[in-house]
C-alpha cells in the first residue's frame, strides 16, 4: 500500500506544473554489506523522513565497474515509504534479460526508470567484461512503452506501469556532438519518454538552451537539471576525463581550488554553489532538479535545500556567477547579453557538411538499386531472388561481404543500415553498436572508448548530413538488430523484406 502511494507521489509531482520536484542520486558499491551499504540506507532513511525529495536514483554499474544491483537497494528504500528510480542501461545484459529484470521490477513496485545507454563495461572478474549492448536507450524506450501498452508480443501480457526517464547533455563542445543529442532526445520523447535528466553541468546559459530546445520543437516532457557537487577527489578524477560524458570545465576546477584552502576545504561553498544552482533551475522553468554528489551526507543536502529556499527568488541575480562552460564551445542558441542567458534565436548549424567522393558514389548507388523509385530497384529485385536460389548464391554473398568490407568496415550483420547512418556502419563505427544516436560519453567529439583515437561515430555522421537529412534523423527510429540475419546478405534480406526495412516487393 505504501508502495503504490508514493509512485503516484513522484509521478503526480512531476506531472504537476505547479511543483519543484527534487531527486537525489545514489551509488551503491561493489558489495551486497557492509559499511558502505548501511551509510547509503541510512541516508535514504533520513531522506524518506524530511519528505523534500521524492524520489532517490540508483545507479547501474555506474562508470562501468560492477556494483551491487540497483533493485536490491531499491527494494529496502521503497519499505522505507521512499520511491526509486532505478537506472537501467544496455550494457550488460541482452534484451531477453531485460524484458526478465522487468517483469520481476515491475511485480516489486519498481516502475521508474532512467533508460540509459551506459558505461562502456569496465574491469571485473579475470578483466574486462563482454560488452552487450544489445538496445540502445532509444529501442529500450520503445520496449517499455510497448510493455505498457501490452502490444510487445504477439501474445497477451499482462501490462506495465512503467515510468520513464531518458538523459540528455547540453554539455557537448561542438556542433555535431551537441546536435546529435538533441536529436537523439526527439527519438527517445517520441518512443514514449516521460521524462528528461540532463547531464552534470554547471552553467545557467547551457541549462536554458534545454528548455528553449524542447519548446522550440514541441517536445513537451518535464525536464530535471542535475544538480552535482563534487568533491575534491571526484574533481581530480573528472579532471582526468575518467567520469564518462562528466566534464568540470577549467574556470569551476580554479574556483574549487581556491574554495579548498578554507577551513572546511571548501564544502560549504560547493554546497551553497549547489544551492543556488537549484534556485536557477527553478527559476528558468525546469520542473524540478536532480540532486547528487560523492559522500553528500543529510546535513550536506538539508543546508542547501536551506539555502535554496533563501535564494529562490534572488536567481537572476545569480546567473553571471553559474556561468562555467567555455564561451569558444557551441551554444545552439545566441547569447542574450543582458541577461547572461539565450535569446531565442537558433545560431546557424550544419555549415560543416562534409560531402566526400565516397559517400556521393554510395548515396548514387543507394539511389539507384535501394531506393524503390530507383531504376535499378525492380531487376534488383528480381534478379537477387534469382541469384538467392541459384547456385552462384555463395559467391555472391562473398562478393558482397568483400566490396562492403573495403568500403564501409562491414561486420555482416545482415540488417544493413548504411543508408541511414550517412554510409558509415554503426556495427563497425560506434563502440556501443547504437542505432539511433551517440551515448552521452563522448568527449571534444572522441568516442567515449577511445579518447583522442576515434571519433564518435555520430559526430562523423552529422558531418556527412544535409539539412533535410537532420530533420530526417529527429523523425526516424531503427529497430534493434534482428540477431537471425547475422552473417547474411543485407543485400538478399532487404530484397526479400526481412531486414528492417521490411519492405513487401519480395515475390
Ligand atoms: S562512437 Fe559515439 S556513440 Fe558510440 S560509444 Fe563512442 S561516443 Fe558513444
Redesign the pocket.
Known amino acids: 500500500m505504501t508502495k503504490n502511494v508514493q509512485q503516484s507521489c513522484f509521478r503526480s509531482s512531476l506531472l504537476d506544473p505547479a511543483e519543484f520536484t527534487l531527486t537525489f542520486e545514489l551509488v551503491p558499491s561493489r558489495g551486497g554489506r557492509g559499511k558502505e551499504y548501511s551509510r547509503i540506507l541510512s541516508l535514504a532513511e533520513k531522506i524518506a523522513m524530511d519528505g523534500r525529495i521524492k524520489a532517490v536514483s540508483i545507479t547501474e554499474n555506474a562508470g562501468g565497474h560492477p556494483a551491487l544491483s540497483p533493485e536490491v537497494l531499491g527494494l529496502d528504500i521503497l519499505q522505507m515509504g521512499l520511491e526509486v528510480i532505478n537506472h537501467f542501461s544496455g550494457k550488460d545484459k541482452n534484451r531477453n534479460q531485460m524484458e526478465s529484470l522487468l517483469f520481476g521490477w515491475e511485480r516489486e513496485g519498481l516502475n521508474n526508470l532512467l533508460v540509459i ?1 551506459g558505461d ?1 563495461p569496465k574491469q571485473g572478474y579475470c578483466g574486462y567484461a563482454k560488452p552487450v549492448f544489445d538496445l540502445d536507450s532509444v529501442q529500450m524506450v520503445a520496449m517499455l512503452t510497448g510493455m505498457n501498452q501490452g502490444c510487445f508480443s504477439k501474445k497477451p501480457m499482462p501490462l506495465t506501469s512503467f515510468f520513464k526517464g531518458v538523459a540528455v547533455s547540453p554539455f557537448k563542445s561542438d556542433e555535431a556532438e551537441l546536435m546529435m543529442q538533441y536529436y537523439k532526445l526527439h527519438r527517445k520523447i517520441s518512443a514514449g519518454a516521460d521524462f528528461v535528466i540532463t547531464q552534470i553541468g554547471f552553467d545557467a546559459r547551457k541549462f536554458q538552451e534545454v528548455l528553449l530546445y524542447l519548446k522550440q520543437n514541441k517536445l513537451n516532457v518535464p525536464v530535471l537539471g542535475n544538480v552535482f557537487i563534487p568533491n575534491l577527489t571526484v574533481l581530480k578524477i573528472m579532471r582526468r576525463g575518467k567520469v564518462p560524458g562528466c566534464v568540470i570545465p577549467a574556470s569551476l576546477d580554479r574556483l574549487m581550488m581556491a574554495e579548498s584552502s578554507a577551513p572546511d576545504k571548501g564544502r560549504q561553498a560547493r554546497l551553497l554553489r549547489g544551492a543556488k544552482l537549484l534556485a536557477i533551475l527553478k527559476g528558468l522553468g525546469y520542473s524540478g532538479a536532480h540532486i547528487g554528489g560523492p559522500g553528500l551526507t543529510f546535513a550536506g543536502l538539508d543546508f542547501m535545500l536551506n539555502q535554496f529556499r533563501r535564494l529562490a527568488d534572488s536567481w537572476k541575480d545569480l546567473i553571471n556567477k553559474m556561468n562555467h562552460w567555455p564561451d569558444k564551445n557551441f551554444f545552439y542558441f545566441k547569447q542574450d547579453v543582458t541577461s547572461g542567458l539565450n535569446l531565442p534565436q537558433p545560431v546557424k548549424t550544419g555549415k560543416k557538411a562534409k560531402f566526400s567522393p565516397h559517400f556521393l558514389l554510395a548515396q548514387a548507388v543507394h539511389n539507384l538499386a535501394f531506393d524503390p523509385q530507383g531504376l535499378l530497384f525492380m531487376p534488383a529485385v528480381k534478379n537477387c531472388s534469382a541469384l538467392e536460389k541459384g547456385i552462384l548464391a555463395p559467391i555472391f554473398k562473398q562478393g558482397e561481404f568483400i566490396a562492403k568490407s573495403l568500403l564501409f568496415h562491414c561486420k555482416n550483420c545482415g540488417d544493413c543500415t548504411l543508408s541511414e547512418q550517412a554510409f558509415l556502419c554503426p556495427q563497425s ?4 553498436f ?1 542505432l539511433n ?3 552521452g ?2 568527449r571534444d567529439g ?5 579518447p583522442g583515437k ?1 571519433r ?4 562523423k555522421v552529422y558531418e556527412r548530413f544535409s539539412q533535410d537529412q537532420c530533420l530526417e534523423f529527429t523523425r526516424g527510429f531503427l529497430p534493434p538488430r534482428n540477431w537471425a540475419l547475422n552473417g547474411t546478405s543485407s543485400w538478399f534480406n532487404f530484397y526479400a523484406g526481412l531486414d528492417h526495412n521490411n519492405l513487401h516487393y519480395a515475390e
Open positions: 545507454s562502456y563505427g560506434c563502440a556501443k547504437l544516436g551517440p551515448c560519453g563522448s572522441w568516442c567515449e572508448v577511445y576515434k564518435c561515430h555520430y559526430v
